[in-house]
């Protein structure tokens, strides 16, 4: 039966302002450029690193975690560039340089352009909730993927 769309490729340094700023560090995911991506918004999925090797920190390679992810501008700050970035629920991990994979399941809102940085944390704090409720219901996806 196939399976969830899903983003691959590197993980790069964004802005520098997702875990700094607003306590949502995010694995921003470099993908090719001719892929199809799932339209700008908010999503419930699943992450894992693909690549061997150990990770430092509470995430282990080549198994899946639950993840909220953007796709998007960052219209709030005015950004240019459109980014997959994924913020791993309850975990804390250096991930720079490892090859990530996003599995999609689920919308949760649409990308918006936020007054303050107070209503964008408030939304993203809402899009967690979301994203653990929407996971409960979904089987982790099979790890022969890879
Ligand atoms: N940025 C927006 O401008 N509007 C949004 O609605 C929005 N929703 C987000 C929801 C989630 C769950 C996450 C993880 C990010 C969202 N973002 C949104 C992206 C943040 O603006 C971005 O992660 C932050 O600016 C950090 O960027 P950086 O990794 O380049 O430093």
Excluded: C
């Amino acid at each position: 039966l196939g399976h969830l769309p899903r983003v691959e490729g590197e993980v790069v340094h964004g802005a520098g302002r997702g875990g700094r700023q607003l306590g949502f560090p995010t694995a921003n995911i470099s993908f090719a450029s001719d892929i199809a991506l799932p339209a700008d918004g908010v999503y419930a999925g699943w992450f894992a690193i693909v690549d061997e090797g150990p990770v430092e920190g509470t995430i282990e390679p080549q198994k899946w975690y639950p993840t909220a992810v953007s796709v998007g501008t960052n219209p709030t700050f005015d950004g240019a560039v459109r980014t997959v970035e994924a913020f791993v629920l309850d975990e804390d991990a250096d991930l720079y340089h490892r090859y990530a994979v996003v599995e999609f399941v689920d919308r949760v809102r649409g990308m918006e352009k936020f007054d303050s940085v107070d209503d964008l944390l408030e939304h993203m704090h809402r899009d967690v909730a979301k994203t653990r409720e929407i996971l409960e219901d979904s089987a982790v996806p099979p790890t022969e993927l890879w």
